[in-house]
């Protein structure tokens, strides 16, 4: 559950915010409705401010004079500053409304984008839980803070010194009584900050945390339920998310703490205007109607002050949101197309050659490969042998670019495969891996994959080699039939087929096969292996293999141990006379002769 | 496996309830009346029995913000007060109610913040422990349900229950209860204040509540629908990530992004329409609400100005009630917050509530049979047994008897598909077959309690799965609370003691997501040292060494012949060697049982049976 990644950071608070600033080039195409919205705040706030001031002069006018002349214009000036701000508000809602929500499916897709572009180191270390609280709770957080916070934190501050201006016109005291109550909130927020966002990161890690118990809980339901352990793991996600519960009661308790502090002060503020205004009023150097004014700017004047307890926490929680965003964003994808690609010549097909080739795992300093150096050559066959564990796996791996050597060189028709373009060189090369992938989609889907240019008839010849044209059929809807979740509802050789019809069915000019036929039997394993033979004639194939059985598919076969290519050969001239290769492979052991006996 | 487009398909038609039971109406973005108001119920029976275990919190926050209304409700009448006669006897030199009053308003004011803070704590309290408890009973639940039920439903459908719906509960709890408190406590106290302050006044006020309540009902449809589509596209957007992100290799490999990226990219276009939907309905709501509101007033002014001239009204009301007014429709929009974050929580529970409706088909029996004591294996026995995955699926095993003794070791050999994993998995009870049944010690499987079931029988899955976490964690699966010494004497007698101390971290590396740091082999060895450390009477292998090496598998070999020796074990496997090792050879073909008797019998059969031919095909491999 470690993720080094994630652990080391420390909110602070310059990082924070330029997460935020670097959300800019998502706005900047509708910075024109972003700024028209945040105009009709401002309008609307001051359509909110002048209707105090008319009540003003309605209570120090018509009703003082008993003059009811001026009352109409007046009262309809209310009921149109009145409409006037409702008709803003729709305006604002509206303007937002598409800014932010296409910004989110913007960050959204350009994560996916990138995430896809990752190289499987990446993904090997990261949970996805952790990527996809990323990919959604961050980014709806982001939604909400564009659509709200981010334009009331300009509008509410500047209502804020407008109101005070408005304060300071009908009294200069009057004004300075609120900017002094208005000024600790610089501090409390300042206070408050630090506090926050070191809670607001914790919960967010913790909510991915969460999502990566239950998407194990559900991918592994079938050892869970074999072994009776789902009240185990329930407890795990039970601990799990009450230490969620921890962090979000005190996240509770820090803007508690915030909020109660900023609602005192504008009602410290209204009470000393009161109090000041009486005596001025007493005095005669103040109206009641100027009192009454500045005691509803100041009503007026709270919502902007409350909402900056409110406004501050969302904004945390936004610049948390963005810089976990930015993490995945800022992973480095470090397998990459050239940038002067080459092309592979137009006559050879698939001379595949490892060149001294050397690999550790990033972070590792044990090399799994150590020197490998073989040679495939156009259209013929090699086996890959060893021991468990010893980096056969690996060494596939390599070919595609899933991972990239650290020594050495991978050519393809004598061109390094990292002088590649990477979509040639993954059509180029197909594979099969030991642990067949599948996607809940339909048959034909997972067959074809990301092949665009793949048909029909592509798909089925492929399954015919795969063995697995009459089991496709067999199914409810043939190739539509859509397979369960990791292609769980069929049977596990099945499964494997499905995956190595995938792998043929490109007409890839190089196929690396990873333990394709580990899961048949020995009867479907003749068949696949017939019909295999067709198509590796003509392809360069390298296919890792543990069983005899599958060795003879092979011209050649390569054994890899001690992270080198120890012996190449036939496989019986190496049974003969390579003592490794004899414990590896043969099988003349106790078993055997037990019945034979 | 189902059908090629989202919906279920519908081989029988039960009752509209039976219809719309579970999940079934989650992909249906039109309901009927009926069939809405059902599931709306389901969503608030929900809510509401989250709520009902700790109403007394409730009440506590309820109290509270009643209480914090109270309170800062005082203020404007304070004002009014003290421009009535505070301001007057002041002016006559006398400031004791200007000093009540304005002492009054502060301590108003302080008040108001110290409830506010208590409410906080308290409401958020109510909150996290709702969200505590829904979360536990959606996981717990969820591992209760079947595997058929998983089969079809996908990871990233319970993750986005887990998470981003149960987010929008959070929403609610968070905002949306305050809000409503807040408003409807304030709502009322304004009216009543404003029907007393002057009941003229205050009742044409009041008649401006009736359009608010109906755009308030044309809110909650609109924006009802729209969350209903946000809930689904989310979901879809989350299943789409978690398949890719766990399929990465192929993705890559096999150039799926641009075709991945389109898909995606509609699904994120369907969220973003009926997100933007939702916020535009709030839109129209809160301009509503605010026109309203800023109307009254105007002719609230406009009245009581000239009933203030001509005498009938007191200036101090007027102005209280013209400050009361702006506070009057402040909730108002709160509400409308309040609504919006219940409209998408329904929406939410609605889901979730349907994973919760959902029936396992394997159930824990209510009044559980013992098992009889067994020194160590126990007989398994399938009387009658007729399997299908799902009631109009095809037959995968036509009704079969079969008694495997206690001790026995049963070998199931057979082409691929032929329902070799099948009828492991209903030893281990993945599954119930829908007639006939299966018995462990004479005891139908049905009527044994899980927990027990799961000490008796273990079964290593085809499919071998490792949690991220260390080595010996996952070891420990097998039997939790083992301890290090009992977690490496498994590890040792399966052959994965030499790689494990070889690790970086020894028995306490981290295998990473998946055991992405292990080798496939080394991962298959890991499931095994973990099934071999439960130590059950029953123990079901399906093909649990297909992708060791030769030596490793014989290694592997040698500790199971001693291991079964007083066990009961049923071993699936293609290698023939590992069949070999078996007391009795079963062949399956096609979901039947063609050949039964022990290696030797059908090694030497004389009309050569399928199991001589595949042996002969084997040896012919090694040669
Ligand atoms: N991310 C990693 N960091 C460090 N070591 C790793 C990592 N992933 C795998 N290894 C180690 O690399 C070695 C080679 O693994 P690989 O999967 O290539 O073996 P393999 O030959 O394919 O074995 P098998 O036959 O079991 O499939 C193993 O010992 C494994 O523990
Ligand atoms: N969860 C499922 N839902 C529907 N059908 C299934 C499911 N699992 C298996 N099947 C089907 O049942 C049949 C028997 O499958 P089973 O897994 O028992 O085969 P098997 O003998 O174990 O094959 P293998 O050797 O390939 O593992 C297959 O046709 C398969 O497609
Ligand atoms: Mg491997
Ligand atoms: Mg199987």
Known sequence: MKNDTIDSHQPARNTNLDALRRLSPYLKPVRGRMIGSAVAVLASMMCGLLIPLVIQRILDGPVATGDTSALGWMVAAVGVLGAAEALLFFTRRRLISGPSTRAEAELRKDLYHHLQRLPIAFHDRWQSGQLLSRAVSDLSTLRRFIAFALIFLVVNSLTLVIGLGVLFLLDPMLGLISTLCAAPLILISTLYESRYAVLARRSQDQNGDLATTVEESVLGIRVLKAFGRGPHLAARFAEQARELRRTELRKVHVVGLLWGAIIVLPEIAIGGQLLYGTFGIANGTMTVGTLVAAVAVATYLRWPTDSIGWLLAETNQAATAAMRYWEVRDAEITITDPPVPRRLPATARGHLRFENVRFAHPGSDTEILRGVTLDVRPGETVALVGATGSGKTTLTALVPRLVDVTGGRVTVDGVDVRDLELGQLRRVVATAFEEPVLFSASVRENVALGGTEVDEDDVRQALRVAAAEDFVDALPWGLDTRIGEQGLSLSGGQRQRLALARAVVGRPSVLVLDDPLSALDVHTEAEVEHALRSVLRDVTALVVAHRPSTVQLADRVAMLSGGRITAVGTHSDLLAGNAEYRALLSTDDDARSEVVA | ?623
Request: neutral net charge; glycine residues 8%.
């Open chain 2, 1 to 623: 496996m189902s059908a090629p487009t989202n919906q279920a398909d519908q081989v029988t038609t039960p009752g509209p309830d039976e219809q719309w039971r579970g999940v079934a109406a989650e992909d249906v973005t039109e309901l009927d009346a009926v069939v809405g108001a059902r599931l709306q119920k389901r969503s608030r029976v929900l809510l509401a029995s989250l709520v009902r275990p700790r109403l007394w919190t409730a009440l506590l926050a309820l109290a509270l913000v009643v209480t914090e209304n109270l309170v800062v409700l005082a203020g404007p009448l304070m004002i009014a007060i003290t421009i009535d006669t505070g301001i007057p006897n002041a002016i006559d030199g006398d400031t004791a109610v200007l000093a009540w009053c304005v002492g009054g308003y502060l301590a108003a004011g302080l008040g108001g913040a110290a409830l506010r803070f208590a409410f906080l704590k308290v409401s958020g309290r109510f909150g996290q422990d709702v969200l505590l408890d829904l979360r536990q009973r959606v996981f717990g639940h969820a591992q209760r349900l079947s595997l058929s039920f998983h089969e079809d439903y996908t990871s990233g459908k319970v993750i986005s229950r887990l998470t981003s719906d149960i987010d929008s509960l959070h929403d609610l709890l968070e905002d949306g209860l305050d809000g409503l408190l807040t408003a409807v406590l304030s709502v009322f106290g304004i009216a009543v204040m404003l029907l007393v302050l002057d009941l003229p006044l205050g009742l044409l006020v009041l008649t401006g509540l009736i359009p608010v309540v109906l755009v308030t009902r044309w809110f909650y449809l609109r924006s009802r629908y729209a969350y209903r589509n946000t809930r689904g596209a989310i979901a879809k957007i989350i299943v789409q990530f978690v398949e890719t992100m766990n399929g990465m290799r192929a993705v890559q490999a096999f150039r799926r992004e641009s075709r991945n990226e389109s898909i995606l990219a509609g699904f994120n276009d369907e969220f973003r329409g009926a997100n933007k939907r939702a916020l535009d309905v709030m839109a129209t709501f809160t301009m509503t609400v605010r026109l309203v509101g800023n109307l009254s007033l105007a002719l609230v002014l406009a009245i009581g100005a000239v009933r203030v001239v001509q005498g009938g009204l007191e200036l101090g009301v007027l102005t209280a009630f013209t400050l009361y007014l702006r506070r009057f429709y402040d909730p108002l929009d709160e509400l409308a917050m309040f609504a919006n974050s219940y409209t998408s929580a329904i929406a939410a529970l609605e889901k979730i509530s349907g994973v919760l409706e959902e029936r396992p088909t394997v159930v824990d029996p209510a009044s559980p049979v013992a098992l009889p004591p067994a020194k160590t294996g126990r007989a398994v026995t399938f009387d009658g047994v007729e399997f299908r995955y799902s009631t109009g699926g095809p037959v995968v095993l036509p009704r079969f008897d079969l008694a495997v003794p206690a001790g026995q070791t049963v070998a199931l050999v057979g082409a691929t598909g032929a329902g070799k994993s099948t009828i492991a998995k209903l030893v281990a009870r993945f599954y119930d077959p829908p007639s006939g049944r299966v018995a462990l010690s004479g005891v139908d499987l049905r009527s044994v309690a899980d927990a027990e079931l799961r000490r008796a029988v273990v079964m290593v899955t085809q499919e071998n799965f490792l949690f991220a976490g260390s080595v010996a964690d996952n070891i420990a699966l097998g039997r939790p609370g083992a301890s290090r010494a009992e977690i490496e004497a498994a590890a040792e007698a399966v052959g994965a003691d030499e790689f494990i101390r070889a690790l970086p971290g020894g028995y306490d590396t981290d295998v990473r997501k998946r055991g992405g740091r292990l080798s496939a082999g080394q991962r298959q060895l890991v499931a095994f040292a973990r099934a071999f450390l439960a130590d059950p009477a029953v123990l079901v292998l399906d093909e649990a060494t297909s992708s060791l090496d030769v030596p490793t598998e014989r290694a592997v070999q040698r500790a199971l012949e001693s291991v079964l020796a007083d066990r009961t074990a049923l071993i699936i496997a293609h290698r023939l060697s590992t069949v070999l090792i078996a007391d009795r050879v079963l062949v399956v073909e096609g979901g039947r049982i063609v050949e039964d008797g022990s290696p030797a019998e059908l090694v030497e059969h004389p009309a050569g049976g399928r199991f001589a031919a595949l042996h002969r095909t084997w040896l012919e491999s090694l040669a």
